[in-house]
T-cell receptor, first 111, second 113 residues
Framework: NAGVTQTPKFRVLKTGQSMTLLCAQD?????MYWYRQDPGMGLRLIHY???????AKGEVPDGYNVSRLKKQNFLLGLESAAPSQTSVYFC??????????FGPGTRLTVL | KQEVTQIPAALSVPEGENLVLNCSFT??????LQWFRQDPGKGLTSLLL?????REQTSGRLNASLDKSSGRSTLYIAASQPGDSATYLC????????????FGKGTTLSVSS
């Protein structure tokens, strides 16, 4: 089992460009999350999903959109990237005992 | 609003020493508490999960305790090794407002040989 995978691992964008981060899981978990990790700020929740076709806002949702068209995939989109979105993005799923499992992360730099 | 604090922010110990990492949270209404390890440039690896009804969990050289009423958890590492060097994160899952974790900022541990 691959667990939680994220694509891409690294990306550099120019201000105003758009991109989509893909999170895929093979654990059949209902709940999926997108976090960002910044120095001195810790991990903060961007958006989450409690099942296929559902999404909800987290603590820092502005500038991001998400979609959960298939149970195994959770997409995070940046429509118009800003330097403030330079961060490491982590996807996570939640298992039956409410334990969260994280992907390896995507390092995004916005110039 | 739930806040999670980890003290100290950094810790350096010689190999073989037993050590304790501390985590405190402001609201005792939590579903569970989870300890993670993060190596530089890597993702988070779950170490231990303690449900709110439990007092402690053990895995190998690691033991985590939970005192929900006082808002505290500790991660005990026995006989530390250089391979234990990493950042350790504590996170709580509140009962209210969704199901996401609230993270502390972590303790960076360095174990010297």
């Amino acid at each position: 089992n691959a667990g939680v995978t994220q694509t891409p691992k690294f990306r550099v964008l120019k201000t105003g460009q758009s991109m989509t981060l893909l999170c895929a899981q093979d654990m059949n978990h209902e709940y999926m999350y997108w976090y960002r990790q910044d120095p001195g700020m810790g991990l903060r929740l961007i958006h989450y999903s409690v099942g296929e076709g559902t999404t909800a806002k987290g603590e820092v949702p502005d500038g991001y959109n998400v979609s959960r068209l298939k149970k195994q995939n959770f997409l995070l989109g940046l429509e118009s990237a800003a330097p403030s979105q330079t961060s490491v993005y982590f996807c996570a799923t939640q298992g039956s005992y409410n334990e969260q499992f994280f992907g390896p992360g995507t390092r995004l730099t916005v110039l | 609003k739930q806040e999670v604090t980890q003290i100290p922010a950094a810790l350096s110990v010689p190999e073989g020493e037993n050590l304790v990492l501390n985590c405190s949270f402001t609201d005792s209404a939590i579903y569970n508490l989870q300890w993670f390890r993060q190596d530089p440039g890597k993702g988070l690896t779950s170490l231990l999960l303690i449900q709110s009804s439990q007092r402690e969990q053990t895995s190998g050289r690691l033991n985590a305790s939970l005192d929900k009423s006082s808002g505290r958890s500790t991660l005990y590492i026995a006989a530390s090794q250089p391979g234990d060097s990493a950042t350790y994160l504590c996170a709580v899952r509140p009962y209210q407002a969704g199901t996401a974790l609230i993270f502390g900022k972590g303790t960076t541990l360095s174990v010297s040989s």
